[in-house]
């Protein structure tokens, strides 16, 4: 270590800061233990003057910066903590002398949380000249700092609560409330030091931390700070507000103290020089005073509103938070038909909370069945208060009452029936809810659709049921977030796959039907258990291509008219499974094999095999697509080139990596062995898509040269095709 802070201290002085403060932070970050060892003793004599040096170089440079500042102090505080010796703690409260120095301030670093207990002399005595020197000259920023930088440990050390004392007797008028809070921290002797302090300044009652501690421990003193007009003397400085005192200690005053403070809090409120959110905040903090501050709050919120919205919300906030709930829920009901009425119902939720619950339930049923003078805003909220706060039970009877009614507003229709599923099991709920799917409008049956994890497992089953009914709507066209919501609650009603499998095998395209086929294949290609999803026989998905299969093989118009559609049962298929790109892997085999019966289906079925070839399968599964896929062409030259060609282009701009790409190729080899022709244009392809993410391996080159020279003419022109050059 000694040989380190010499070679630091002969090539770091006239470096650049940010060279030395590098330096200073590997030093600071070494252990302390280590790094106190190596300069006790006579042995660390070098290594304790090379750091002094390294330090006051730092410090003195003209471009020391924060952070090495920061980083000098962090040693001192080291090697106060670590060291046992004299002469690293003379070197600590040298360095601290001369980072003071430095900066002509106390640091404010939280010695607090890092200076060992019980070295805090040092540090005084370190700073001690500079506390001094500037409290000569009337500045007392240094000793705030002092105190700042200690915490809780300046209360325990004697000369630094004197010399907040002797400040206090002579600190200019803007300095003392920073003072006088630092003297009265210390609670086992603040209530002794506040009577000391008035009675040098009775003024000084009107400052905040003295009133802090008049309305916590010596409340018999406390008339001077309400007194009006106030004690004259030095504060509060000329257009300066008054000071309150904290009205949370306001159960332990006196009744006239009390009172003279609410008397206080109505002038401040009542001042329009105060900005709004103090007055906001006044009027919350005052309702904590029994009896005096209610009142105060009332007549803030009373009918006339005649101080705007904003007290309105601040009265409620003050009313919920005090012991007179039910005042508030009085007051939101007066204000239910103002134009206003949003301002005040901002904070129903926080009222409704603290309540009692029959004069919530008395209220609430009020505002929902008034006939007039409540705006459609309020009767939402109070709706959503009622499913929130009431019983169940009780809040689905309300609702449902109000929901049925002959003159309900749609809007209030809606937003009850997207409250209803909280309250299942009501059978008043599911009135509700099985209305508003029957009858509708189409706001309200969507306003039923939910997720399945907001009901109840117990009650899914039925609920499933319910959203079945969304498509049984003949009167309008259900939106496309019924079918999205429909594809969750399959699993749990198989009505729903039944009436989607209707929509898609009506050939008469009814409504909806293209959204139908969207989440029957969502729910095919999804993780639900069969029948519901896959595409294995007696699923949904085999059962409505059997069906359309059924009307093929019947016999179906070729458009002769052109009233009559060309082969429908045809173009649904196609449009059922071939339109359709971006299918779930797991249904492309199923599908295909279920068409194998029919031989006017060849294409489509060769364009699901073809996206049944999956490289990244298992080598029995990757080889037994391949073979399907060719037996579906073989001895068709014309369908074999166009199946390759468009394997290749499904296959080529893959940007992952084979994981077994010797099985690949294997298979891709057995593939050939025959020496067909569909055989051969189906390896070519495979080999030309997937041979530039292997990287070209050897192997793989010279399976390309191999099929040069294939038997069949057209397998050699694709394999000549294949350009290994870049390779």
């Keep these: 270590m000694a040989t380190v802070l010499n070679l630091a201290v002969r090539r770091l002085r006239n470096e650049r800061d940010p060279v030395r403060q590098t330096a200073l932070d590997a030093l600071a970050a070494l252990p302390a233990p280590l790094f106190a060892a190596s300069l006790t003793g006579p042995a660390g004599r070098t290594g304790r003057d090379d750091l002094e040096r390294l330090c006051l170089d730092a410090l003195r440079a003209r471009d020391c910066s924060p952070a090495s500042r920061t980083a000098v102090h962090t040693l001192a505080v080291t090697l106060l903590n670590t060291s046992t010796d004299d002469e690293p703690l003379a070197l600590a409260v040298r360095l601290l002398e001369a980072l003071t120095a430095h900066t002509g301030a106390v640091a404010a670093a939280r010695l607090d949380r890092a200076l060992r207990h019980g070295r805090e002399r040092a540090v005084l005595d370190a700073v001690r000249p500079w506390l001094d020197t500037a409290a000569d000259r009337g500045d007392l920023a240094p000793l705030l700092a002092l105190v700042e930088s200690l915490g809780n440990r300046a209360r325990r050390i004697p000369e630094v609560q004197d010399r907040l004392d002797e400040a206090l007797r002579t600190c200019p008028d803007g300095s003392f409330a920073d003072l006088a809070a630092a003297w009265l921290t210390d609670r086992a002797t603040r209530a002794d030091r506040v009577a000391v302090l008035l009675e040098r300044e009775p003024s000084a009652a009107g400052l905040g931390p003295v009133l802090d501690v008049l309305a916590a421990d010596r409340t018999d003193l406390l008339d001077q700070a309400l007194a009006d007009p106030p004690p004259t003397g030095r504060f509060p400085v000329p257009g300066a507000a008054r000071a309150l005192p904290p009205f949370r200690h306001a159960d332990r ?97 926080r009222v409704a909370l603290r309540a009692r619950p029959g004069a919530l339930a008395a209220v609430l049923s009020e505002l929902l069945t008034r006939e007039r003078g409540v705006k459609v805003t309020v009767r939402k909220s109070a709706a959503r208060l009622a499913a929130r706060h009431l019983p169940p039970a009780d809040a689905a009877r309300l609702l449902a009452g109000v929901a049925f009614g002959e003159a309900v507003h749609p809007d209030l229709r809606i937003a009850i029936v997207h409250l209803a599923p909280a309250l299942l099991p009501a059978e008043e709920a599911w009135s509700l809810l099985e209305s508003a799917v029957a009858d509708g409008p189409e706001g ?43 594809r969750d609650w399959a699993a749990y009603a198989p009505a729903i796959i039944t009436k989607l499998a209707d929509m898609v095998t009506d050939l008469d395209s009814p409504p909806g039907w293209e959204s139908a086929r969207t989440a029957l294949l969502d729910i095919a290609g999804s993780d639900q258990p069969h029948p519901a999803g896959g595409a294995a026989p007696g699923s949904a998905l085999h059962h409505v291509v059997a069906r359309l299969l059924a009307r093929m093989a019947s016999g179906e118009p070729e458009g002769g008219d052109p009233a009559d559609p060309d082969l429908p049962a045809r173009r649904r298929l196609e449009q059922l499974v071939g339109e359709r790109r971006t299918l779930d892997h797991r249904l492309y085999a199923p599908l295909a094999r279920q068409l194998a019966a029919e031989p006017r289906l060849t294409g489509l079925r060769v364009f699901l095999l073809v996206r049944a070839v999956d490289p990244d399968a298992p080598e029995p599964e990757l080889t037994a697509a391949c073979r399907e896929l060719v037996a579906a062409v073989a001895d068709r030259p014309v369908p074999a080139g166009r199946c390759a060609d468009e394997l290749y282009q499904r296959l080529r701009y893959r940007n992952h990596p084979l994981p077994h790409p010797e099985q690949t190729l294997a298979t891709i080899q057995a593939l050939a062995a025959g020496g067909g022709l569909a055989e051969g244009l189906c390896a070519a392809a495979l080999v030309a898509a997937l041979g530039p993410c ?20 057209e397998v050699r022109e694709a394999a000549y095709a294949i350009d290994l050059s870049g390779s």
């Design 444 to 486: 309200a049956r969507r306003a039923a659709l939910c997720d399945p994890g907001a009901v109840a497992p117990a009650h899914r089953s039925r609920y499933g049921r319910l959203m079945a009914g969304l498509l049984e709507t003949t009167d309008e066209l259900p939106s496309h977030s019924v079918f999205w919501s429909l």
């Design 253 to 349: 005053w006196l009744p006239r103290q009390q009172r003279a403070a609410v008397r206080l809090a109505e002038t401040a409120l009542a001042d329009p020089g105060r900005p709004l959110d103090q007055r906001v905040r006044l009027l919350r903090d005052v309702a904590a005073v029994p009896g005096h501050g209610h009142d105060l709050v009332r007549r803030y919120g009373g009918p006339d509103g005649s101080d705007g919205p904003w007290a309105d919300a601040s009265a409620l906030a003050a009313a919920a938070a005090g012991d007179t709930p039910d005042t508030a829920l009085r007051f939101l009901a007066d204000k239910a038909g103002d134009d206003d009425a949003a301002a005040a119902w901002a904070v129903a939720d």
């Design 694 to 713: 292997t990287g070209w391996p050897g192997p793989w080159k010279a399976y390309v040269r191999s099929l040069r020279r294939h038997p069949d003419t």
